[in-house]
């Protein structure tokens, strides 16, 4: 008992490890055999939970850059929606700003409200949130109080084509707009003919629409100026039109 030296036995590591308590009794040796497993199990299952947590920090959404920078973004819960990632965020961003001087945006299918307030980081005066889902909702909201903007926006749980349609009445325009509906469930060709027609776009506005990569986008639509599309996954596309006001109301 207490030797220092490593006995010789069929299970050398079992004696490297143990070696301060390494018995020839075999009931001992399987005393200490079953800690060892009890004790090994415990490591690895610590592990992975140190690796689940590490991973869920990591996949939390952030601000990219601008007043906010870093802090980070309540997720809507569930499967119903789908956030955009931080990485196709800064590289939309970078293309698109990165900083703006003022301006009013529109989110439609806002889902967390990650776009907008992206935008009202960077610099824009104000923008307008709307999704049809509740729990989308109440995570704008958490997030919007959290970062202390309900004096720079305004939230609607609403259908995006009444949405449309309602900026119109209150007289509402827009420098920028942000168009991530559910994927195949809506049509951007409606969308972008609903806000030319509706009125809601200032002149050289930027529509940023997001899709799938094998949905392929028109580039020619009266209204409108196609900009680019870029593919940024197997998943994600964004395609960019700017609106040249024809000086028509179609209304």
Request: with cysteine.
């Amino acid at each position: 008992m207490g030797n220092d030296k490593t006995s010789p036995n069929e299970n050398g590591f079992l004696n490297t490890v143990l070696k301060p308590h390494y018995c020839h009794n075999r009931e001992s040796y399987t005393f200490f055999n079953k800690n060892l497993c009890v004790t090994l199990t415990f490591v690895v299952t610590s592990i992975k939970i140190l690796v689940r947590r590490t991973n869920k920090v990591g996949d939390v959404m952030r601000v990219i850059a601008g007043e906010f920078k870093g802090r980070p973004l309540k997720a809507v819960p569930g499967k119903k929606t789908r956030p955009t990632t931080d990485k196709v965020k800064e590289a939309l961003f970078h293309r698109i700003g990165p900083y703006f001087d003022g301006g009013d945006a529109l989110d439609l299918f806002a889902g967390s409200g990650g776009l907008g307030i992206e935008a009202l980081s960077r610099g824009m005066d104000h923008v307008v949130f709307v999704d049809q889902q509740g729990q989308a909702i109440k995570t704008i909201q958490d997030n919007v109080k959290t970062f202390s903007l309900s004096d720079r926006c305004d939230i609607f749980r609403q259908d995006a084509f009444r949405a449309i349609k309602a900026a119109h009445k209150q007289g509402r325009q827009f420098d920028m707009i942000f168009l991530d509906p559910p994927y195949g469930q809506v049509s951007f060709d409606k969308l972008l003919a609903a806000l030319r027609d509706y009125n809601v776009l200032r002149d050289d506005a930027l529509i940023i629409c997001e899709h799938p990569p094998e949905e392929t986008l028109q580039e020619d639509i009266q209204g409108y100026e196609y900009v680019r599309t870029n593919t940024y996954s197997q998943t994600i596309a964004v395609t960019t039109y700017r609106y040249k006001n024809q000086e028509e109301d179609y209304v």
